[in-house]
Nanobody, 124 residues
Framework: QVQLLESGGGLVQAGGSLRLTCAAS????????MGWFRQAPGKGREFVAG????????NYADSIKGRFTISRENAENTIYLHMNALKSEDTAIYYC?????????????????WGQGTQVTVSS
């Protein structure tokens, strides 16, 4: 059974940093795309970043480009989201997702497995 477990969320002041971790179990995703999405209160799910199995040419949403970095450690079946210069509008539940395919798609339908999410709250 595939499980994605997110961690690293919390409360941070605007301008601060957090690192989110997503640990996958149940199968290896070293050749597969993985990504981060988020959902703010009262809003729909939004793509944040995606990374393919090779870990090159990641895909980022315009809203976080230059502030967030996605990376992966295939040996640990883990991806990370390094978040810097956080803003109040980054407040959301952040979800990890994994695909059966080699993709960095911003479309949530391209991902087959989802974590339960971790809350990130940025105070202004």
């Amino acid at each position: 059974q595939v499980q994605l477990l997110e961690s690293g969320g919390g409360l941070v002041q605007a301008g601060g940093s957090l690192r989110l971790t997503c640990a996958a179990s149940g199968r290896a995703f070293s050749r597969n795309g993985m990504g981060w999405f988020r959902q703010a209160p009262g809003k729909g799910r939004e793509f944040v970043a995606g990374i393919n199995g090779a870990g090159v040419s990641p895909n980022y949403a315009d809203s976080i480009k230059g502030r967030f970095t996605i990376s992966r450690e295939n040996a640990e079946n883990t991806i990370y989201l390094h978040m810097n210069a956080l803003k109040s509008e980054d407040t959301a539940i952040y979800y990890c997702a994994a695909s059966r395919y080699f993709t960095t798609s911003p479309n949530g339908n391209s991902y087959d497995y989802w974590g339960q999410g971790t809350q990130v709250t940025v105070s202004s």
